[in-house]
């Protein structure tokens, strides 16, 4: 079965990076799209970036400049370079494939990322 496993979030002070990286199984990655969203205490799951191909790529106006997404379909990955980082942009990252025109998609459990002094 398809899974999808996080990690690389943490605590880090404002103006620090971090690196998420999701690793996917059971599956022909290349043919996902995939993507990171981030869901705050009381508020709705967003999307943050999402990737198809080097060339389409997808950025939430909050993140533009700051956070790059990634894949490698030889290592069935996807990474989140995080930069700048903000207190709001802390959140519950998670991990989400799915296909254009096709009803199925996939999440990952999530992972904590908490930007504080």
């Known amino acids: 079965q398809v899974q999808l496993v996080e990690s690389g979030g943490g605590l880090v002070q404002p103006g620090g990076s971090l690196r998420l990286s999701c690793k996917a199984s059971g599956m022909i990655f290349s043919t996902y799209r995939m993507g990171w969203y981030r869901q705050a205490p009381g508020k709705q799951r967003d999307m943050v970036a999402s990737i198809f191909s080097e060339s389409s790529t997808f950025y939430a106006d909050s993140v533009k400049g700051r956070f790059t997404i990634s894949r490698d379909n030889a290592k069935n990955t996807v990474s989140l370079e995080m930069n700048s980082l903000k207190p709001e942009d802390t959140a519950v990252y998670y991990c989400?494939?799915?296909?254009?025109?096709?009803?199925?998609?996939?999440w990952g459990q999530g992972t904590q990322v908490t930007v504080s002094s």
């Open positions: 989400k494939a799915d296909r254009p025109f096709r009803p199925d998609s996939y």
